[in-house]
């Protein structure tokens, strides 16, 4: 039987319900990640450069740089969620691990003719985590909204007929194969009625088209844990140079690269005495492999010795990426051959593609000679455009109408600042991002940073605080009527970074 299930775990699944505006929301979302000089001062970096990670805003600013350098950066990053359910206690849950952030060198060549217009010219080469997706909630909650729903939003309306095993099929390939060939729907309602979820109102009868649950509750108690793990990494590749004394201007390269696993385990119990089904337990696992390209382009200009000005564009981010798809479900009454539906059996997606909207940044610095210097970022983003491809699918026709509709221009505001006591500089920054939703479905972002760094002349060492929160509601499943899980998350991010000058 192995063998025959590998064999079938490789067959295309022709509808998908997990590409949807939460993986566009995903995908666009810069944590705020790079050195610590850079997260010290929340990022605002667009009039300034000098920093191997002020090319994710500005790529002109490897062009200030006055030698060549080479930046390490390790972080340790933290989430805290409080999560509760609408009516519920709150839970506290965290995750905690460390890694290699940023690594990255500019290249920088001067012209030996004193008299030529261009004065230098730069290369450089880094990579930035710009996301984490590790993340953990844990919640335990009571409500009328049992998981027999979600099966039976399903079902509703679909004959029996195609739903049965056929004569000698396996229950894991009949699973793959309602999904290839009739669509996401109708395995969902198969799996329900062999989980034992829901049963046919005529069992018997092939063109029956009700449904009804098998559980008898007022109300249940369910504990829903999500544990994700992944990242976004960020292949940068810049050129910039020096017109004369005060003009800065750069290009750069990107390219992601896209690894997410997300597992949703959801258990269900607390039914009345007399109801066969006494518990019921739903999992299912996201996985997500991808690439990306973009590119930016950027300028810097000086004013005066004391003003910078700075602006850039970001080309829209095209993602291409590739989904697999798992789910396992048991209950009291489930068909005795419902464990073989599990992780091992497997709905592989056609490619798809998501593309973030482009965005603009203005930036104003001043500079204090060798005291110090403050400097304002704004960004400017318009996530109502973002989009999944192809239009011709018309599941991402009817998504993208949907972002439009839900989705909004994002204005940010980023805030640093750094004072140097001889050797040593102190740091401090803040940050703002508007909810892209017209509902605030995700609140306003909102992060605090902080840090120091000494400078050993042909070294530099440099330490970080970074801490920002956002709320946010969802549903726990996706045919809840309204979102009824609230999450307060807050990342602090701890970042040392380590710069050599050469």
């Known amino acids: 039987m192995k063998k025959y299930i590998t064999l079938v775990m490789v067959a295309a699944c022709a509808a998908m319900n997990a590409q949807n505006i939460d993986d566009v929301l995903r995908y666009s979302t810069d944590n705020l990640q790079g050195t610590a000089r850079f997260q010290a001062m929340s990022g605002a970096f667009g009039a300034l450069g000098g920093d191997l990670s002020s090319l994710n805003i500005n790529p002109a600013g490897s062009a200030v740089f ?62 930035d985590k710009v996301q984490s997706f590790d993340n953990y909630i844990n919640v335990n909650y009571n409500t009328t909204q049992g998981i027999d729903n979600y099966f039976l939003s399903f079902a509703q309306g679909l004959p029996l007929g195609p739903l049965k095993l056929q004569d000698g099929e396996f229950i894991e390939s009949a699973y793959l194969d309602i999904g290839s060939s009739l669509g996401f729907r109708d ?43 992944g990242y976004n990494d960020k292949y940068t590749f810049n050129m910039a140079s020096q017109y004369q004394d005060n003009l800065y201007i750069g290009a750069s390269i990107n390219v992601h690269s896209i690894f997410l696993d997300q597992l949703t385990e959801l258990t269900e119990n607390g039914y009345n005495a007399d109801s066969d089904v006494q518990f019921t337990t739903f999992d299912n696992l996201l996985s997500s492999r991808g690439n990306a390209f973009s590119f930016s382009l ?78 304002l970022d704004y960004g400017y983003q318009d996530m109502s455009k973002a989009e999944l491809r192809p239009d011709s699918d018309p599941n991402f026709l009817t998504e993208n109408e949907f972002i439009s509709e839900q989705l909004k221009a994002v204005s940010s505001i980023r805030l640093g600042g750094e004072y140097r006591i001889k050797q040593v500089s102190l740091r401090a920054g803040y940050r703002y991002e508007q909810s892209p939703y017209e509902n605030n479905l995700i609140g306003d972002l909102n992060g605090i940073s902080g840090g120091l760094g000494y400078n050993f002349g042909p070294s530099r060492l440099d330490l970080a605080v970074n801490s920002f929160s956002q709320d946010r509601s969802r549903t726990i499943l996706s045919t809840d009527p309204t979102a009824n899980l609230n999450i307060d998350r807050t990342n602090t991010n701890v970042t040392l970074s380590y710069t050599v000058n050469f």
Do not use: C, M
Request: glycine fraction near 8%; proline fraction near 2%; aromatic fraction near 14%.
């Open 298 to 375: 950027g300028a810097i200009a000086k004013v005066n010795n004391n003003v910078r000005v700075g602006g850039s564009y970001q080309s829209p981010t095209w993602y291409r990426i590739s989904d697999e798809f798992s789910q396992r479900i048991n209950s009291d009454i489930a068909d005795q051959d419902i464990g073989f539906i599990n992780f091992n059996v497997i709905n592989t997606y056609d490619k798809y593609t998501i593309k973030t909207p482009g965005k603009v940044t203005g930036s104003l610095a001043l500079v204090f000679g060798k005291d110090g210097l403050l400097s």
């Open 66 to 127: 006055n030698n060549s350098q080479f930046t390490l950066s390790g972080t340790n990053f933290h989430v805290k969620n409080n999560t509760f359910y609408t009516g519920n206690n709150s839970f506290n849950s965290t995750e905690n691990n460390f890694d290699i952030n940023q690594i990255g060198g500019v290249f920088v060549f001067n012209n030996s003719n004193p008299d030529a217009n261009w004065k230098k010219f730069s290369i450089g080469l880094n990579f």
């Open 187 to 229: 395995q969902q309602a198969f799996l329900g009625i062999f989980g034992g979820a829901i049963d046919a109102v005529d069992p018997d009868n092939d063109n029956n088209t009700d449904y009804i649950s098998t559980s008898e509750y007022n109300s249940v108690t369910q504990n829903y844990r999500q544990i994700s793990t």
